[in-house]
């Protein structure tokens, strides 16, 4: 397990590469560890565009993404690490999860996206998904104002390619209003 440094090149038997992006050390160290004991050979990286060095190095089989990193959204980097190999398998990870921005994830190329809190093998088991489930459980109940108010916001902002600032104005909404409402968690149902 390495932080922040390029991936080493593969051979035959070396282990599958892993890249995990995530903005909280913490996090990036205890999911690195549990992934290097199932065999990976892990990289950390805390933003994009460290993301995206280790990356151009050598090209990970396999990543986790957080969604809201500094600066720039996940989102971006899912679509960069398809251009630069589309084979690679990323699992989106949140804790904001919305139905907007798991649709962009993927449509991005996205294997899977998982709302946090996560365990390794939800993580293991969306990497080996490779089509949807017809048979996951419809809720008999409709979302609440408050998911249904997150969700809309989410899609204006991702319209909005994540700009706080032009999401406001099309939501008639003053900017820290909106940075209030981004910053806490969705409502659940």
Known sequence: MTDMTPLP??????????????????????????????????????????????????????????????????????????????????????GYASIATAVEAIKLGATHYLAKPVDVDEIMLAFERTSGDADVPISAHPLSVNRLEWEYIQRVLTENKGNVSVTARALNMHRRTLQRKLTKNPAKT
């Open 9 to 94: 090149a593969m051979e035959a038997d070396d282990h599958p590469t892993l890249l995990i992006v995530d903005d909280d050390a913490t996090f990036c160290g205890v999911l690195a560890g549990a992934m290097a004991k199932r065999g990976f050979d892990v990289t950390c990286a805390h933003t994009v565009e460290q993301a995206l060095e280790c990356a151009e190095a050598c090209t990970p089989e396999y990543a986790v993404i957080d969604l809201r990193l500094p600066g720039t959204s996940g989102l971006t980097l899912v679509e960069k690490l398809k251009a630069l190999d589309p084979g690679t398998r990323i699992v989106m990870l949140t």
